[in-house]
T-cell receptor
Framework: LAKTTQPISMDSYEGQEVNITCSHNNIATNDYITWYQQFPSQGPRFIIQGYKTKVTNEVASLFIPADRKSSTLSLPRVSLSDTAVYYCLVGDIRRGATNKLIFGTGTLLAVQP | DGGITQSPKYLFRKEGQNVTLSCEQNLNHDAMYWYRQDPGQGLRLIYYSQIVNDFQKGDIAEGYSVSREKKESFPLTVTSAQKNPTAFYLC????????????FGPGTRLLVL
């Protein structure tokens, strides 16, 4: 299983764009990259998933370079409510895959007014 | 509303007692998972099940047991053999083969007295 490395914490201010980078040097051909968000005392929530290039949804963008050894979660114009832990995961999502995921410690994003 | 529920929200256990945490989903998902989270840490996989009547050990299965008699239910028993059971327990589910897109319950916080 591919291991991921993320910064332990990041600080930002309201209204700024935040980019959180995740390193996954051993990513396999069939692995996808998925990001989750977790607020204190709650379960993680799916944010975005991608395989290559760029994926965008209503809350975030995910940038994946051609070699796929890293990925960057981009949160536009963060607010105080975006303060949370963000997890980067990689894994095979094909039917029948083992589905053992490694969440790691994630990145604690602290947004200040 | 479709979703995944866990009960109770808080649970107190005396040393030497077994306790069972409930997890129910009405998303018609095949796969279900149990994670443990300690303060300031990421999630660690305890057990997972990809189909009824079948389950697999995760990374920290010792001192825990599960059953999967129904598709929508995946209860976790914390036995007296688990020496440090105080933690936040999270249940999740996903479509089989799409493990990365997991939907989490609200969690159960277990405290040993």
């Amino acid at each position: 299983l591919a291991k991921t490395t993320q910064p332990i914490s990041m600080d930002s201010y309201e209204g700024q764009e935040v980019n959180i980078t995740c390193s996954h040097n051993n990513i396999a051909t069939n692995d996808y990259i998925t990001w989750y968000q977790q607020f204190p005392s709650q379960g993680p929530r799916f944010i975005i998933q991608g395989y290559k290039t760029k994926v965008t949804n209503e809350v975030a963008s995910l940038f994946i370079p051609a070699d796929r050894k890293s990925s960057t979660l981009s949160l536009p114009r963060v607010s105080l409510s975006d303060t949370a832990v963000y997890y980067c995961l990689v894994g095979d999502i094909r039917r029948g895959a083992t589905n053992k995921l490694i969440f790691g410690t994630g990145t604690l994003l602290a947004v200040q007014p | 509303d479709g979703g995944i529920t866990q009960s109770p929200k808080y649970l107190f256990r005396k040393e030497g007692q077994n306790v069972t945490l409930s997890c129910e989903q009405n998303l018609n998902h095949d796969a279900m998972y149990w994670y443990r989270q300690d303060p300031g840490q990421g999630l660690r996989l305890i057990y997972y099940s990809q189909i009824v009547n079948d389950f697999q050990k995760g990374d920290i299965a010792e001192g825990y047991s599960v059953s999967r008699e129904k598709k929508e239910s995946f209860p976790l028993t914390v036995t007296s053999a688990q020496k440090n059971p105080t933690a936040f327990y999270l249940c999740a589910s996903s479509l089989r083969g799409q493990g990365e897109t997991q939907y989490f319950g609200p969690g159960t916080r277990l405290l040993v007295l």
